[in-house]
């Protein structure tokens, strides 16, 4: 009986101890959990602010094509207008020389 008695008080604390470390390693896996569901979540938001971004900048560099051609065709125009104006004046020219040429034969 003491012989049991002895066996049963050295199992005791090693059963107390096997208890101990089984709930650390508990917390320790919780705490990886944890750890992992945080980074996971950090993730995700960082995916999401990455697709926010791409979205405006493309929308951005979308605009910027449409005002650059706007201010392209502008620019076009007023070539266009100024090109017509030119050749108005060097009609008028012309035809004020040929104007002075005929006065003066006459």
């Known amino acids: 009986r003491m012989e ?3 066996r049963a008080a050295k199992e005791k604390p090693a059963a107390e101890e096997e208890v101990e470390v089984n709930a ?3 917390e320790q896996a919780e705490s990886a959990r944890n750890v992992m569901e945080v980074s996971n979540q950090q993730d995700k938001e960082w995916e999401s602010a990455k697709v926010q971004f791409e ?3 493309d929308e951005l560099e979308d605009r910027v094509r449409v005002e650059k ?3 392209e065709e ?3 125009a007023k070539q266009a207008e100024a090109i017509r104006e030119a050749e108005k004046a060097a009609e008028r020219e012309e035809k004020d020389t040929v104007d002075i040429s ?4 006459s």
Not at 102 to 105: L, Q, V, W
């Open 4 to 6: 049991a008695e002895k």
């Open 24 to 26: 650390s390693v508990e």
């Open 55 to 57: 979205r405006e900048r």
């Open 69 to 71: 051609r706007a201010v």
């Open 74 to 76: 502008e620019l076009a």
């Open 102 to 105: 005929s006065e003066e034969k």
